[in-house]
């Protein structure tokens, strides 16, 4: 992936939270196997252990399409999930939250916003951890959804495929 699709999308990621006010979020990109962190942004972590440290954290674990998380869930359905307490998913939904990095990390994660990139981007956008005006964790409002689908399309007309020759 060339340097500018990779601003690209670090940019889209970037704006996707200050619009939300979300904690942390993550860009996966798409590949056979599963899902593959593409960018991450965690200002808590980053805080606690420095940006460096906090990306290595992050994206060691990658999601593999056999796995029920989130994510993959959103990915294979393309579905948009809006989780106001990632522990607190009834046992009957056909995902499940993976406390893996939480637990590696130290970092909570509570609300999420996660949705599915289309092209060019194949892939999903996850937002973690809306805040209120206080730096209160609190659910992703219902304004968030559309506004985030919206600044994503914009986005995306400013990337080339990702899987297009250099």
Request: proline share 7%; glycine share 4%; charged share 20%.
């Amino acid at each position: 992936m060339d340097v500018l699709t990779l601003a690209t999308v670090t940019n889209l990621l970037s704006v996707a939270r200050r619009c939300t006010r979300a904690q942390a979020g993550t860009v996966y990109r798409r590949e056979a196997e599963g899902l593959v962190f593409l960018v991450t942004q965690n200002d808590t972590l980053a805080q606690s252990v420095g940006h460096a440290a906090s990306a290595d954290l992050l994206t060691r674990i990658p999601l593999r399409s056999t796995e029920p998380s989130v994510a993959m869930y959103v990915a294979l359905t393309g579905m948009t999930l809006d989780i106001p307490d990632a522990y607190a998913i009834p046992a009957d939904k056909p995902y499940a939250f993976d406390p893996r990095i939480d637990a590696r990390s130290g970092f909570r994660t509570v609300s999420m916003l996660v949705m599915p990139l289309r092209s060019p981007i194949d892939g999903v956008l996850q937002l973690i951890n809306a805040t209120n005006d206080h730096g209160d964790i609190v659910p992703f409002s219902c304004d968030a959804e559309p506004a985030i689908q919206e600044l994503v399309s914009v986005e995306s007309e400013a990337l080339p495929r990702l899987d297009a020759p250099a």
